[in-house]
T-cell receptor, first 112, second 113 residues
């Protein structure tokens, strides 16, 4: 089954404790993105990747890092999380710049 | 830079009634337009998209949208809604040839019996 998986689905952590949210797709897609969803703000793009080792900033990259060492994986790294990073995070992938983006189920993060 | 405005944060409607969810965008260049739906506790899935060609686009679950370049709008419509259409709907725009998607703030559709 074609899908985008994210882990963990729920995470509670404390300020400053480094964490990684994994994202994996099994569709051989070149393009992958990370978004955060906040009430009243919709989804905002954090980072995106056009291929292995090619990443670029989205609208809200501060406080986040990404890497794309393999085509299928695109982890999101929070080196020093802060409470304003409490949010719902979605990973997405697509096969082409104009193609449909396929979204993962989301990771709900709470930073205390 | 592109931006998307969804004027209605919430739209209540009775089952079997028609509905229109409004979306306006601003961009000085050609764009692609999308509508995504998010059911409770789920990720987003594509309803429909406009890339080029016919301005009336049909999507899944009986939804359709019309691209109006002069009014920079891409409103979503359904002639008769079901309880199962209760969800949040997001309009999104991307500049042609670029991967970056800009989303609106979403419209919550509430369908009651």
């Amino acid at each position: 089954e074609a899908q985008v998986t994210q882990n963990p689905r729920y995470l509670i952590t404390v300020t400053g404790k480094k964490l990684t949210v994994t994202c994996s797709q099994n569709m051989n897609h070149e393009y992958m993105s990370w978004y955060r969803q906040d009430p009243g703000l919709g989804l905002r793009q954090i980072y995106y990747s056009m291929n292995v080792e090619v990443t670029d900033k989205g609208d809200v990259p501060e406080g986040y890092k990404v890497s794309r060492k393999e085509k299928r994986n695109f982890p999101l790294i929070l080196e020093s999380p802060s409470p304003n990073q409490t949010s719902l995070y979605f990973c997405a992938s697509s096969s082409d710049r104009v193609e449909t983006q396929y979204f993962g189920p989301g990771t709900r993060l709470l930073v205390l | 830079a592109q931006s998307v405005t969804q004027l209605d944060s919430q739209v209540p409607v009775f089952e079997e009634a028609p509905v229109e969810l409004r979306c306006n965008y601003s961009s000085s260049v050609s764009v692609y337009l999308f509508w995504y739906v998010q059911y409770p506790n789920q990720g987003l899935q594509l309803l429909l998209k406009y890339l080029s060609g016919s301005t009336l686009v049909k999507g899944i679950n009986g939804f359709e949208a019309e691209f109006n370049k002069s009014q920079t709008s891409f409103h979503l419509r359904k002639p008769s809604v079901h309880i199962s259409d209760t969800a949040e709907y997001f309009c999104a725009v991307s500049r042609t040839g670029f991967q970056k998607l800009v989303f609106g703030t979403g419209t919550r559709l509430l369908v009651s019996p």
